[in-house]
């Protein structure tokens, strides 16, 4: 194809400059094949990143290629005002991972619009207006999920997203009460607690929180309640256990639906269960998915129940790409090889290990703060000490990044400053690909460390 320059110069005249690029010598990358990508000079990279979190069965998987090409050499796109066979293969498939009464699915293009969609439900359906979501969280960059994403990186200076509120994150590491037991994960937080056995004050304490919220910023009656059940973009943040449900059960006495945002956590990405509110003991009336429903494949969904989708039949509400021929063909490859090559229970195996190599590494370096996630959603929170716990500064967590980068492994960047590698590969890697990656890692920190002294 063109010379690097040459992308460069087209990039920088005819491509808009929000859309950012990682690195200082940006990647120009030319194939990809299961966990790996390869670069235009033919240099093969460990992905650990997944396209942000989106390729989980790992790229130009066999089956799910196949699946894409015979279906395009036989139909493309009728929209939905006729009846094809894969939506509806592809709707029984999906709607069947699903506890009742969860049975009803519209399909979308996207993360985004999919939040758009069950925030419109949400107020349709309860005739109320107000929504509430988490401070850190990330639903979304249209002008309608603005309102609920609650990252200052991606707000613009104009209105959006009326009758959204936010509430304080439960971020058991930064946030005010946290302790030793409080997360669903292999590894927990540094900090110390006394709670006994099946008793978390740090979930107690931000209860109060969420009640305040209820008490102060909201009306009486609210619309909803959205949550992602492990924070993405926030650099995988995790709740103390049980707060969800005790929320969920807070906002249906308010009168309004709960939402789980599974952008990033569904499809088998926790390993112990199919589904990320399922981590929490809850079954949400409404839930979102997008990213790895189609492997890198635009397309995405909402379920819920007959009686909240009924609330959209009132009148025309249409989608034109939604479950088109080829995009359903594509969802359905995605979930027999999830099911065949065993990769929810792969996440579980391999995650763990990478959770408990990488908590090493905090144990031995004093500015990586916090180890968490479950499954393939892992994040390591960098930071100047682990006492204070203040953000490590851009620059040196850049140097880490792009020395990782330069010895072969890609890994995400995430959290309010930007302090949180976020590692979330394709859900097809091995404890071998596992054990190169903190290699990597641990070098990279060793070379930090050589340059601050």
Same mark, same amino acid.
């Given at each position: 194809?063109?010379p690097?320059?040459?992308?460069?110069?087209? +990039?920088?005249?005819?491509?808009?400059?929000?859309?950012?690029?990682?690195?200082?010598? %940006?990647?120009?990358?030319?194939?990809?094949?299961?966990?790996?990508?390869?670069?235009?000079?033919?240099? *093969?990279?460990?992905?650990?990143?997944?396209?942000?979190?989106?390729?989980?069965?790992?790229?130009?998987?066999?089956?799910?290629?196949?699946?894409?090409?015979?279906?395009?050499?036989?139909?493309?796109?009728t929209?939905?005002?006729?009846?094809?066979?894969?939506?509806?293969?592809?709707?029984?498939?999906?709607?069947?991972?699903?506890?009742? %009464?969860?049975?009803?699915?519209?399909?979308?293009?996207?993360?985004?619009?999919?939040?758009?969609?069950?925030?419109?439900?949400?107020?349709?359906?309860?005739?109320?207006?107000?929504?509430?979501?988490? +401070?850190?969280?990330?639903?979304?960059?249209?002008?309608?999920?603005?309102?609920?994403t609650?990252?200052? $990186?991606?707000?613009?200076?104009?209105a959006?997203?009326?009758?959204?509120?936010?509430?304080?994150?439960?971020?058991?590491?930064?946030?005010?009460?946290?302790?030793?037991?409080?997360?669903?994960?292999?590894?927990?937080?540094?900090?110390?607690?006394?709670?006994?056995?099946?008793?978390?004050?740090?979930?107690?304490?931000?209860?109060?929180?969420?009640k305040?919220?209820?008490?102060?910023?909201?009306?009486?009656?609210?619309?909803?309640?959205?949550?992602?059940?492990?924070?993405?973009?926030?650099?995988?943040?995790?709740?103390?256990?049980?707060? $969800?449900?005790?929320?969920?059960?807070?906002? *249906?006495? *308010?009168?309004?639906?709960?939402?789980?945002?599974?952008?990033?956590?569904?499809?088998?990405?926790?390993?112990?269960?199919?589904?990320?509110?399922?981590?929490?003991d809850?079954?949400?009336?409404?839930?979102?998915?997008?990213?790895?429903?189609?492997?890198?494949?635009p397309?995405?969904?909402?379920?819920?129940?007959?009686?909240?989708?009924?609330?959209?039949?009132?009148n025309?509400?249409?989608?034109?790409?939604?479950?088109? %021929?080829?995009?359903?063909?594509?969802?359905?490859?995605v979930?027999?090889?999830?099911?065949?090559?065993?990769?929810?229970?792969?996440?579980?195996?391999?995650?763990?290990?990478?959770?408990?190599?990488?908590?090493?590494?905090?144990?031995?370096?004093?500015?990586?703060?916090?180890?968490?996630?479950?499954?393939?959603?892992?994040?390591?929170?960098?930071?100047?000490?682990?006492c204070? +716990?203040?953000?490590?500064?851009?620059?040196?967590?850049?140097?880490?990044?792009?020395?990782?980068?330069?010895?072969? $492994?890609?890994?995400?960047?995430?959290?309010?400053?930007?302090?949180?590698?976020?590692?979330?590969?394709?859900?097809?890697?091995?404890?071998?690909?596992?054990?190169?990656?903190?290699?990597?890692?641990?070098?990279?920190?060793? +070379?930090?460390?050589?340059?601050?002294?």
């Amino acid at each position: 194809s063109y010379p690097y320059e040459r992308m460069q110069k087209i +990039r920088e005249q005819n491509i808009s400059p929000s859309l950012r690029m990682y690195y200082k010598k %940006p990647l120009l990358l030319h194939q990809g094949h299961m966990q790996w990508l390869y670069d235009y000079e033919g240099r *093969r990279y460990l992905d650990f990143f997944a396209g942000i979190v989106t390729v989980g069965v790992g790229h130009c998987h066999p089956k799910v290629t196949m699946a894409a090409q015979k279906q395009l050499a036989r139909l493309w796109h009728t929209t939905n005002i006729y009846m094809h066979p894969t939506i509806h293969e592809f709707a029984e498939k999906l709607t069947s991972l699903l506890p009742d %009464p969860l049975k009803v699915v519209y399909l979308t293009n996207s993360g985004s619009e999919a939040n758009d969609l069950a925030m419109f439900m949400a107020r349709l359906y309860t005739r109320n207006f107000d929504i509430i979501s988490f +401070r850190g969280a990330y639903h979304g960059g249209s002008a309608y999920t603005l309102g609920l994403t609650s990252v200052g $990186l991606y707000k613009h200076g104009v209105a959006t997203g009326a009758g959204c509120s936010t509430t304080m994150l439960p971020d058991v590491f930064r946030g005010p009460w946290g302790g030793s037991h409080c997360r669903d994960s292999p590894v927990q937080t540094v900090r110390k607690c006394n709670c006994s056995e099946g008793v978390c004050h740090a979930k107690d304490q931000y209860i109060e929180q969420f009640k305040d919220t209820l008490s102060t910023t909201v009306p009486k009656t609210i619309a909803g309640f959205i949550a992602e059940p492990i924070q993405g973009v926030n650099g995988a943040v995790q709740y103390p256990r049980n707060f $969800l449900k005790e929320a969920y059960q807070l906002v *249906r006495e *308010r009168g309004g639906v709960c939402i789980s945002d599974e952008v990033q956590t569904g499809f088998g990405r926790t390993g112990s269960h199919f589904w990320g509110f399922q981590t929490h003991d809850v079954v949400p009336d409404i839930v979102t998915m997008a990213k790895g429903i189609g492997n890198g494949f635009p397309m995405a969904a909402v379920v819920t129940t007959k009686e909240i989708a009924s609330s959209l039949a009132q009148n025309l509400h249409f989608n034109t790409y939604g479950g088109n %021929p080829l995009a359903c063909a594509i969802g359905t490859a995605v979930l027999d090889a999830i099911e065949e090559d065993g990769l929810q229970k792969n996440s579980e195996d391999v995650g763990t290990y990478m959770l408990l190599e990488l908590a090493k590494l905090r144990d031995k370096f004093e500015i990586v703060g916090d180890v968490r996630g479950k499954g393939l959603m892992v994040g390591v929170e960098m930071v100047t000490d682990k006492c204070s +716990r203040r953000p490590l500064p851009g620059e040196a967590i850049g140097q880490i990044w792009e020395d990782c980068k330069d010895m072969g $492994l890609l890994i995400g960047r995430g959290g309010l400053y930007s302090q949180t590698f976020r590692i979330k590969p394709p859900m097809c890697v091995t404890k071998k690909d596992v054990d190169f990656a903190v290699e990597v890692f641990h070098t990279a920190l060793e +070379r930090h460390v050589e340059r601050a002294a």
